[in-house]
Structure formats: C-alpha cells, structure tokens
C-alpha cells in the first residue's frame, strides 16, 4: 500500500509542477488540481486511512467528467486522459483490504470503478462503430466525359507508372469484386535480392506489358518476370555505389518506351495517342526498351526484351545527367522517380538532397531523346536562354527548386506537368531569385519539344515549410457549364487539391487568396496571403491544447506545454528561431508522391493522406556550427577525406540539417515524437482515406488508414486491430471491380476497400513494410495484384525484398 502511496504522491508532485506552469502558459488548468488530488490521497493512503482511496476516486471520476467535456466519447482522445488513471483505480481497490472500508467505501469504489470502466468502453465503441466513414448525398452517375480514349485505362496491362499516361491508377479489371475478394490467394512471390542494410524504402510499383513485369529494387537492378508466375527472365544491374544513396534507397519506378509506336518527328501536330503496348516481341535489338534513373544521376536504357544495354542509348546504355552540374558530392543528386517519356523525349527531374547546402546542384530539368538518349533540351529557371548544356566552366544554376517526385504528360498536347520542389535551404527564403520565387512549388508545364514553361500554377508562395509538390498530376476530363475541358487534378501536401484546365494551367474550380500569419525570422519575406482551393482540401482544422495525446495525463501534459510555449498561427505559421514552430499538416502531407487515384465510373477521386504536425526551429548558425551541424562533404572539414565525402547525415530528414549559406540550420521534429515514449505528441488519427465527387468536390467517405497492430509506446507493437489511422507512405490503384487496393501504412498489412462504402472488406500481412504503390494486371484470363513489400526505415517499418502477387484461386 506505502509503495502505491509513494507512486501517487510522485504522480502528483510531476502534475502539480508540469500543471502550474502549463498554466501559467494559458493552459488547462486540469494536471495542476489533479496533481494536488493525487498528493492528498497518497499522503492518506501512506497513513492506510480509508479517506486515501475516497479522494483518488473523486479525482478519478472528476477526471472522467473533465475528458468527456473536453473529447466527448472519442476513445482515442480519451486514451491519455483516463487509461493510467484506471489502472491506478484498479491498484486502489486491489488494496481495500488494508484500509478500513467501513461506511460503505468498498462500495463507493467500486462503483467509481464501474463508471470509469463503462465510460471506456463507451468511448471505444463508439469511435470504432462511428469512425468518419461519411457517404455524402451525391449523384452516382459516371462522367462521360472520362470515357475519352486518349485517356483511357490501363486494360489488361499497366504500362506506366500511373497505369497511363493519365496517371489516374485505374484498372478497368472487373474479375475480383467485394464479393469475392475474400478469397484472394499469393499467386506468386519473388524475392529481388536487394534490401539495404540502412535506409530502405524501395517504393516501387511495377509496370507490366505483354506476359512481363517489370521492376526496378532499391539500389536500381532492372529485373523481369513472368507476368503467369514471377519467375525472373532477366535482371541487369546498373551497380550503384551505396555512397549515392540519399536519405532512402528508393527507385518508385521505370518507364517503358516502344521506337516503333513513337510519336511523329519532334514537334509534329497532331501527334497520336500511344496505344496499349503489345508484348515485346520485336527481332531489333532494344526496339522496346525498359528506361529508369538511377541513385547516381544516371539514366539507364536496356531491351525489354533481354536486359541488355541499349548500346546506341548515350554510353553503352547510360546517360549521366549530372553533366552540366559542377561538383556533385554522392548522395546528393539522385533519380528516385520513374521518367515520364511523351513525344519520344524522356523527361527527367532528379532529388537534390535537402537542407545541405543553399549552393546545392541545380534541379534543372531534362529531355532527353527516347532512342539516342541525346540531350534534346534543358530548362535551367534562372537563364532561360541556357537551352542545353552549359559551356566548359559553366554551370546551371545552382540551388534552384527541383522536381523529385514523378510528372505526368499529354500526348497530344505535347506537355510535360513538373510538380516542382522548393529551392536548396527550404525553411530560408530571403536570398531567392525572382525565377525561384515564380516556380518553386508550382506544377510547371513544359513543352515537351523545346523545354520551355507553356504555364505554371504555384500553391505556395515563398514557400518556408518544405511542402514542394510531391504527387502526380492526374488528368481528366472535366465537365464545366461551356463543356467538357482537359483538365488535372494537382493534390497538395498541405492538402489542398486543384482542377486546373491543363492546356492553359487556369484553375477550372475556385481558388482564393487567404490572409497568411507573418512574422518570424523574415517577416518582410513572408507573403501577406496564400491560395486555398475551395474545389476541396484534405487538411484537418486548426489544432487545438485539447489536440494533445501521449501515454498518459502526464505525456499529454507534456505535449501541452509544448504547444502552449510553440508559435503556431494556423497553416502557414511563420518560422522561428527563438523557439519551436509548429507546423501543421508536416511535410510528409496531406499528399506525398503516392499520388491520388481515379474512378471514372464514378467521377470519385481517391486519396489517401497524412494528418501530422511537425515540430520545427531554425537554428542560428553559430549555435549550428557549435552542434557540429556541417554537411558531409564540407571543405572546411580538415579531417575529411575524398572517401569520406558520400552519404547523407544520419537520422531523419530534417533533423539537424546544416542549410549552409543561409543564417539559418533547421531542426524538424517529424511528427512531433515525445522523445520518452515515441509516442506522437498529436492524437489520432495520424492518416487517413478519403472518396471524394469530382463533380462537387463533396466527401463521399472519410475514414483513418490504419490499424495500431504494430503502434506502441518505446517502438512496442500493441498489436490491437483498432483503427488508430496510421501515417501512410504510397497509394492505391482502382479497379473497374469496385474495390481501393492499398498498403502505405505502417501496419505492414495490404487491404482491399469497398469503393461505395469506404470498409475493409480483405487484408492480408505483410512480410515487410508496404510502402509502394500496388498494382493490377490480367495475363490469361486471370486478374493479379501486385506490391513490392520493401519497408522504409523513416516510416519505421520492416525492411524487405518481396514482391507479391494475389489472384483468385484458378478454377
């Protein structure tokens, strides 16, 4: 009973110190009055007096009552509030027997007990029976418009890296339905042999054209299989060095390129819409070719056919698109993206690593010929009169916004669409070039024939907060009162998706500028407002002290205090030095490069997000310099030798990165973990996925992704089924069938969705993390789902080397 005692009276003594001064901060006034009730009753129970366990149930039921009038039954939110405090509750009654319960206290207990208990369960049932899964009062009847046979689906292939060229990751493959899905059965799996020791996260989504798959792994072997059985037919490994891998081992995808359905010559009107590969039977040696970029900034062409280089394809079947560049330390220029090839010109962007240097290498954009890989253009933003290589001494521009994630094109248009990055030193704005300031953030498009902006459309301006575009533009065909338009739908990682007319970039729903917060390190810097699509958003409201979560009253409390001394203004929240900002959704979405979905059966968008805050500050150079905060590679580093210059910092992305050559270093805490327990500081859910009507832009459903199976305090999996809604990394393909295909969380399990009511209707567990895009092909009358299972060591989840296929049991 004294130990009991001794814990409450600790308990209390944190809760009365942490509560005053949350309160002192304008917080809850809560932690500090339970604190005091905690002392008294363990200074009570010490002296085994009946009164002890009398005053905790009265601070127990008042905490009951306190949670449910700050959450109401939300079971998750009331987690913290009210879980330890039962276990303690339980603890107290255990101990009944020494005390003397006279006067009806064991009875009095034990119905606080009841309360509490009952008021528990009510809050879990009632946020798994009503989890936000919202069918909205909308029309159900297709867009016509979509029926479009340039843009049509992917057929029994999926011979892009978004399905087609639409990008829309749609199959219209009807054989697995809700009804049958149960049945699903691994048809096949292949191991690839490539799973890296350290940052993981392969990504990748297969393409499949005639009875072949093919992949690429996380450190870029090309590899084909048997679209009937996974057997490999070939593999060719292009050999990248470790030394070139950025924060994650990722190659998302390849392109698949057909010379004998090539467009007409460059710049020709009226070029064809590519039709649905055949199989790759042509005698010519690389008369179809499997095309992908490489961690070391290489461009890799080989037969689809045999795996061989493409001798005629730049130097024995490579490109390296880091000429032009300067000095380029390894790991800080890389492909992870898979090209985009439209009118025969390949198109490709490249990742520079963030947060390293303002002088970093130039994002500059490339074209590059589809037979020859000559170069057929560069756009350098900064000298739009560079239109190719630069002259010996010469370099692009340095430091300029890059395009990391994956563009989409239009064929007939003759446009590339560029989601494009931020500048180098994300978080510091005040040294950009007017050309950086246009296109940074922006959805670029370029004309595919000479490299230069057809139109741009920027969703952030002066962007401080890392939320460069990292999905891919999807197109569509959209319905307007004048008539049907070609038209995208760009998605946002602050949330926000656009419809924009993609021959002009003028936005076919409405946008509207916002009055922004500014301040911080650069109020003259900050823009005085900011767009917001009023088509739809995928961002969550403001968040609130009552947003706090943790392990218990005294995490959460802990996270209090942290939003209480934090600068946060809403979205867009200005940057700070003098201490940490909050910045809300992070910078991993809203959406990242797993991109959105489309059915156009139904005219609904699919998107999957993330709802996460990040905790950030800039941090004074010199305070930096003291931390050791230098970029690998730094010249200044006497102890650093020409071998030591590759890799990339350790940790997260963001935590702790130098941004030389700005006053500032940046440190984000990603998620805002409690660095105790791990646990995030905001209360679920963390990801979410969401239907949503093209043609209103209303919600159709909205429920979290994600179960807390393996989510637990100290990295501990809790292993429970309920859905916590998890971050999520990838995206998910539609089918024809009426089913959401998706991994992406970090529940390591694949699970098909009823597309019309938004549930689980399959799961299957994974052997690794499912951080990649799935995908849906048909080879001899039988419909196959296919994911690499690679891991990611930033999502914390398994590491692997599996990609698997399910079909429905052969007849």
């Known amino acids: ?281 042509a005698a010519a040696p690389c008369a179809t070719r499997i095309i992908e970029g490489t961690l070391d900034g290489r461009l890799i062409a080989v037969d689809a056919r045999t795996g061989r280089p493409c001798a005629g394809f730049g130097a024995n079947g490579a490109v390296d698109i880091k000429i032009g560049m300067g000095d380029v330390i390894p790991g800080m220029v890389s492909i992870t993206s898979a090209p985009t090839i439209v009118q025969g010109v390949i198109v490709t962007g490249h990742q520079v690593l963030d947060g390293q240097y303002r002088s970093a290498p130039s994002g500059v954009i490339q074209g590059f010929d589809a037979i020859t890989g000559e170069l057929r253009w560069a756009w350098d933003m900064t000298r739009p009169d560079l239109t190719g290589r630069p002259d010996a001494g010469d370099q692009y521009t340095r430091g300029t916004p890059n395009m990391w994630t994956t563009a989409s094109g239009d064929e007939q248009l003759g446009l590339v669409y560029l989601p494009m990055g931020n500048s180098a030193a994300d978080y510091y704005s005040g040294d950009r070039s007017e050309a950086e300031n246009r296109y940074s953030t922006s959805l670029v498009a370029l004309d595919v024939n000479t490299g230069r902006p057809a139109w741009s459309f920027q969703t952030v301006r002066k962007d401080v907060w890392d939320y460069d575009l990292g999905s891919q533009a999807t197109l569509i065909d959209y319905p307007t009162p004048a008539g049907v338009v070609p038209a995208l739908v760009l998605p946002s990682k602050q949330g926000d998706l656009y419809i924009l007319d993609r021959r002009t970039g003028r936005p076919l729903t409405a946008v509207e500028d916002r009055p922004a917060p500014v301040g911080g390190v650069e109020p003259q810097e900050r823009a005085p407002t900011q767009p917001f699509s009023r088509f739809h958003t995928l961002a969550k409201r403001d968040l609130t002290e009552r947003d706090m979560w943790g392990m218990s009253p005294i995490d959460q409390m802990i996270c209090r205090i942290g939003f209480r001394q934090a600068a946060y203004d809403g979205i867009y929240t200005a940057p700070t030095s003098d201490r940490r900002w909050i910045q809300y959704p992070g910078y991993n979405g809203g959406s990242d490069w797993g991109g959105i979905a489309v059915d156009p059966k139904r005219g609904w968008i699919i998107a999957n997000y993330n709802d996460m805050p990040n905790f950030n500050r800039l941090v004074p150079r010199a305070e930096a310099n003291e931390k050791g905060w230098f970029p690998h590679g730094d010249p200044r580093l006497e102890e650093q030798t020409p071998e030591s210059r590759g890799g990339v910092p350790e940790g997260a992305e963001g935590a702790g990165d130098p941004q030389m050559g700005v006053p500032y270093a940046i440190d984000v805490n990603a998620g805002w973990r409690m660095g105790s327990t791990g646990m995030l500081c905001k209360q679920p859910p963390y990801g979410g996925i969401r239907a949503i009507d093209i043609r209103t832009g209303q919600t159709v459903w909205d429920r979290p992704l994600g179960t807390a199976r393996k989510n637990g305090p100290f990295g501990i999996p809790s292993m429970l089924p309920l859905d916590i809604g998890t971050p999520n990394n990838g995206g998910s393909v539609v089918t024809a069938g009426g089913l959401i295909f998706i991994a992406a969380t970090t529940d390591d399990l694949i699970r098909a969705i009823d597309i019309e009511t938004g549930e689980t209707v399959w799961s299957d567990v994974l052997p690794a993390g499912g951080q990649a895009g799935p995908m849906v092909y048909e080879q001899d009358g039988r419909q196959y789902l296919v994911l690499m299972a690679g891991g990611h060591h930033f999502m914390e989840t398994p590491a692997g080397d599996h990609v698997i296929a399910w079909a429905l049991p052969q007849r």
């Open 1 to 281: 009973m004294r130990a009991l005692a001794a814990v409450l009276v600790i308990i209390g003594l944190v809760l009365v110190v942490g509560g005053a001064w949350l309160l002192s901060l304008g917080g809850s006034a809560y932690y500090l009055l339970a604190g005091l009730g905690l002392i008294a009753s363990g200074v009570m129970l010490w002296r085994l007096r009946l009164a002890g366990a009398l005053i905790y149930a009265g601070v127990f039921v008042l905490t009951v009552l306190w949670a449910v009038w700050e959450v109401g039954l939300n079971g998750w939110a009331l987690v913290p509030r009210v879980v330890a405090p039962a276990v303690l509750l339980v603890l107290v009654i255990a101990a009944l027997p020494v005390l003397d319960t006279r006067r009806g206290g064991r009875l009095a207990l034990t119905g606080a007990a009841v309360f509490v208990v009952g008021a528990l369960i009510s809050g879990v049932v009632v946020t798994q029976a009503n989890r936000p899964v919202s069918p909205a009062d909308v029309a159900a009847a297709a867009l016509a418009a979509m029926a479009d046979p340039s843009l049509r689906a992917a057929g029994a292939d999926w011979p892009t890296y978004g399905g087609t060229e639409a990008s829309r990751r749609y199959s219209p493959l009807t054989q697995i339905t809700p009804d049958n899905v149960g049945q699903l059965e691994r048809a096949w799996t292949f191991r690839t042999g490539d799973t890296p020791e350290e940052k993981w996260g392969a990504e990748t989504t297969p393409l499949k054209i005639g009875d072949t798959v093919y992949l690429c792994t996380a450190r870029n072997i090309l590899i084909a299989l048997d679209a009937r059985t996974g057997r490999q037919r070939w593999r060719h490994d292009p050999e990248v060095s470790d030394d070139w891998i950025p924060y994650t081992a990722a190659c998302r995808g390849v392109a698949y390129h057909d010379a004998g359905a090539s467009a007409p010559a460059a710049g020709a009107p009226g070029a064809p819409a590519p039709t649905t590969p055949a199989a790759p039977a």
